[in-house]
């Protein structure tokens, strides 16, 4: 497991809860991304793949977490070992998901996310998953969940007709480079989509709205049109 230093004064970024760092001697810092170890393996949290069926997870336990190193390793030099997780707590269960070998994916129960499970993709796996918005096969698409910031349970499904008419709009937005957000009008709105297909894991993004623009970064960012406000009203 690689460990990222920063430098004494360089901006540590955080994005999404993904990350963490712990201040080290001198002033430096531990960059901690979302990883667990078991079994020889090495997995990382995904925070873009939604479990479709919580029955899916099954009571099989496949390993627990040992060691939390998030804010408690401050060795630089700290070598990684089986059962060590970045942000799972001490004990926490982890649990074998069907269809899905043990060295593929691996779920830990957590309230906060949707579908209740924390998904952890071995590293040399994640390839085969769905990790970017570009990667979701847009007509494969059955339904689409609206979520507001931080919520579990959705507060709107969106219909046959709405899911084609969301989806075009976001296909359909304006790439644009180095896009500020406006703020003029106190804080952005955050809303989470998670767009479900016949796969047995749904893909989840963030959707903002600035008060002047809606946008999304399936790789630059994406505005996209006005319209789509009538679609996130409840």
């Known amino acids: 497991m690689k460990i990222k230093i920063l430098i004494l004064l360089t901006a540590v970024i955080v994005l999404c809860g993904c990350s963490s760092s712990t201040r080290i001697k001198g002033g430096s810092a531990i960059d901690w991304v ?7 393996h090495s997995y990382t949290g995904s925070w873009e793949n939604v479990i479709k069926n919580p029955d899916q997870v099954t009571t099989e336990t496949v390993g627990k977490v040992d060691f939390k190193v998030a804010d408690v390793v401050t060795n630089p030099h700290y070598q990684t070992k089986d059962g060590d997780a970045a942000f ?11 269809g899905f070998k043990t060295d593929e994916v691996i779920a830990a129960k957590d309230e906060t996310r949707i579908g209740g499970y924390r998904l952890y993709v071995e590293d040399d796996y994640s390839n085969n998953l769905q990790q970017r918005y570009n990667d979701v096969i847009k007509h494969n698409i059955e339904r689409v969940e609206l979520y507001h910031q931080d919520d579990v349970k959705p507060y709107k499904t969106l219909t046959d007709d709405e899911t084609k008419r969301f989806i075009h709009l976001l296909e359909s937005g304006k790439n644009t480079q180095n896009y500020s957000p406006q703020n003029k009008d106190g804080d952005p709105e955050y809303y989470q989509v998670v767009l479900y297909t016949s796969g047995p894991f749904a893909f989840s993004f963030s959707l903002v709205d600035d008060g002047v623009n809606v946008f999304f970064s399936p790789w630059d960012t994406r505005i996209v049109g006005d319209e789509i406000r009538s679609l996130l009203q409840p």
């Open 34 to 40: 979302d990883f667990l170890k078991l079994n020889g």
């Open 88 to 98: 799972l707590e001490k004990g926490t269960k982890l649990y074998r998901i069907e």
